[in-house]
């Protein structure tokens, strides 16, 4: 087995691709330089009263910019539909986009079926409208799916990313794996680490960690804020106070000493971790009780069955979050019991657990103090003063007359907060807190490859480029949404 | 006015000391006494050894007599062992009886002994403390200039070509945070695999002698994450004063673009700004952590990774003091500036 080279055999390709780039940095520069000058385009006004006016300098590099922007996208497209079929024949790349290939039919059937649909889609239908929504939306799925077919599914991992492969230490990518046997994959697509492990397979296995994660620690954030933030906007006095001096000392701490603080083995001995998450989990449930009995209360008959399901089903939830081993907080002197380990749904270990409290903890005060605000300005309107005239309580005109009128920006803040959760879940795997330190997460990885980076820098690029792509995917959704949103 | 500062330095300080509060009790909690004995001491100590470590050492009293302790409200603590050696918080063996103080905290401007570097925490902080200013200094001078011009250039005209490249950088800034875009700038700039070798990977030798060589990728590292959002800020400021009543009149009467924009717009349109940057201050602060750790710059930063992973107890205050006071100033001082450079808000 040979070293495989980037491209393959498609390197002819490579030409016609640099030509291209080069043509578009050099027209869109053109293009900023000349959108200094004021124009003067060239008008003509014929005898019979029509008009016509050449498109001038700006229009003829536009056009040049359009058609390179077109030119490289095909090769690149090319690259990966020629990689699909050749596989590893077309270089690296090519393998690469063979081993992702659910991840393309994934990405594929979901923008074929959101684009058929999306007059009836709502609020993410129109998303399809605009470019930069549509850019930023590929680029998150592209790493949902490739985390859920990477991490869970084994789809796309060509080799176990925990086993060291003797010889691969700190090869750089393209190199044939040592000793491979036949149903083995035979490279090591984007090189070996500094302990002799696959960095490709790696990669994608720690996609799943990220998107794991960093989903439902914004969702409890925003739970927690969005409990805690209307009755302190709606409400004010007192209540408000207390609650906004609480979340500004919060705010006020550096959030890595903080982390530094609390993600530590020995603040999971104490316990401490467990408290805040019996604390902070219990949010939603609160959240979901009042939203419904604010909704139904009027008809005990539907409210209370309706209160009792969902209420049992969120308490066993939350207990089987909580309780490891069946004891909620288990330190070395004593221990407090709680789901018994029959019952329990699922375990979490306490690594991951500290982890997501502490980003839930850092996350929440930002969200309370938006929707404070939202609620401050939203509890003016008319609609608000009509449900008080006619007599609503004060949980549901804050929960069903102002939250859906501030959805808009809480969406589009949920999006850009996915993205700063995942910086934070970064931070955390970067100063080696938290997560075992050979799980595969971006941050984690990245920490283990700084080290050789002046030497080796491909074991280190790799998360960190992957990281930078999911984040500015989420900050193109959540700009392609806030376009949308104020549309309407 | 003077009121209103007031008030502020009071919850300030009811924030810090809050604050501080929650950090000694946190690096107070028994398994991080325990690990902090087992440095100090040896790894091997029996619990017995460990306990009796502790309390000569004044770890075991009350949280917040201790706290106090600290802060310099209650007298330090003395042992007087079996054998006849005293330890005491504030003075050790050395020290003639006469000079012996009962109070050594805070209040009377002593903050304590640093368990990892042997030395008095105040030099400490303050020596690293001036590492971390020059490299803030040297940040901020790249990185506002650079957020305003993106900002302003952007906002000029909204939706012309320039302002949607411009602002797809500054997305794509605000997307990268320090760890990824200096893993970056090291690997193409400074190591051998990209053959570039422009910059120095590490920072060190910056702490004496600060050149363009070693010094530039630390200072952009952080810059960039930090420029992204104040260029998207300044951006929205200018494109709602380009849309103003004012500027459409002065447009009308034929004013030249760049007059509007220098002399009309650009005065109003840096309030926001301004604000956000003061805010940015301590967001820079995580970017100053992390960057020390990457490029090897043994600020501030670095102190506090060395500070919390050895539960170094009372540099640890110090460094959270120092954090918080930074957090609470900058929120003042935007507070206090944008009264004054808003006239509308000055005037009544």
Redesign the interface.
Known sequence: MEHLTWTGALSPLNLFLALAVAVLVIA?VA??LV??A?SDDGRAVYADGSMAADRGLSGFI?MIVHYALIVTLAIALLYAVAGIFMGTDAGIIGGMAQQLLPVWIALIVTYALSITFKRKLGLYGKLFDSTVGMIGFGLVMFWVYAGFFGGVLDMITTHDTLSQYSGMKNKSPGTPLRGAEAGDFQWFLLGGDNLARDVFSRLFDGAWVVVKIAPFATLFAFMVGITLGLPAGYYGGRLDTILS?LA??I???????LF???V?P??V??G?PNYMALVLFVFPLVFLAILLNARFYTQPSFRTPLLIVVLGVGAWLYLSLVSTDGAIVATPTYAIPGLPAMLDGFDIDPNLLVVFVSVVFVNAPTVFRIVRGLALDIKTRDYVAAAQTRGEGPWYIMLWEILPNARGPLIVDFCLRI?YTT?LL??LG??GLGLASESPDW?TT?NA??RL??????A??AP??S??TL??G???LA?GLREESLRD | MGLFILRRLG?MLL?AL??TFI?FW??N????L??LAKTQGNFRMSDEAVTSYLDDRGYLEPLPIKFAQWLGVAPGWVTQKDDGTVLARCYNEETPVDERRRFCGVLQGDWGKSTVFKDDVGAIVATRLALTGKLMFWVLVLMVPMALAVGVLAGM?EG???DR?LSTVS??S????E??SG??F??VF?????GLKWFK?SATSAMESANFENFFLPVLTISLYGMGYIARMTRASMTEVMTAQYIRTARLKGVS?GNIVFKHALRNALIAPFTVIMLQI?WL??GV??VE??FNYKGF?WV??QA??N?DIEL?LA??VV??VV??LTQLISDIGYVFLNPRIRIS
């Not at chain 1, 705010?251 to 000493?257: D, G, K, T």
């Not at chain 1, 980076?453 to 491909?458: E, K, M």
């Not at chain 2, 605000?174 to 945070?177: D, E, I, L, R, S």
């Not at chain 2, 400074?190 to 990209?194: D, K």
């Open positions: 869109i293009q900023i959108s200094f004021p536009g001096f500004n000392l705010l006020a701490f550096p959030v890595i000493l530094y603080l609390l530590t020995e603040i001995q104490t401490i993205g910086i970064g931070t970067f100063f941050g990245i490859g700084r980076l002046s030497i080796y820098p491909h280190a690029i960190a480029v990281l930078l984040v500015l989420l900050n193109l700009d | 919850v924030t809050c604050l950090v946190l690096t909690l028994y398994p991080n325990e690990k005209k012309s070509k320039l490249s997305i794509v605000t997307a990268t945070p760890y990824v893993v970056i090291i690997a400074a190591s051998s695999a990209f990977g673009f301590p602060l995580n952590v992390i750790t990457l930063g506090l990774v919390a992973g539960n640890l460094v959270s954090s918080v957090v609470l």
